[in-house]
């Protein structure tokens, strides 16, 4: 199996959420997502077309952090 292949594999397996479900999941209203996305804030994200898209692994890993730094 090589990088690439790897790569694509785990990225079929993580869904990609918009500020919309990053808001459902976290409370967190969708416009302070693109707010930190604008700034380099927040968890990593990328653009995909026209669409700004985190992976759902992504966010739950920042969640995982921010509390365990509470």
Do not use: H
């Amino acid at each position: 199996m090589t990088n690439t292949d790897f790569t694509a594999s785990a990225a079929e397996s993580d869904e990609l959420w918009q500020a919309r479900q990053c808001e459902e999941a976290t409370g967190v209203p969708a416009g302070t997502w693109r707010y930190w996305a604008s700034t380099g804030q927040g968890p990593r994200n990328f653009k995909l077309g026209r669409r700004r898209v985190w992976r759902k692994s992504v966010i739950l890993a920042w969640i995982a952090e921010r509390e365990a730094a509470a």
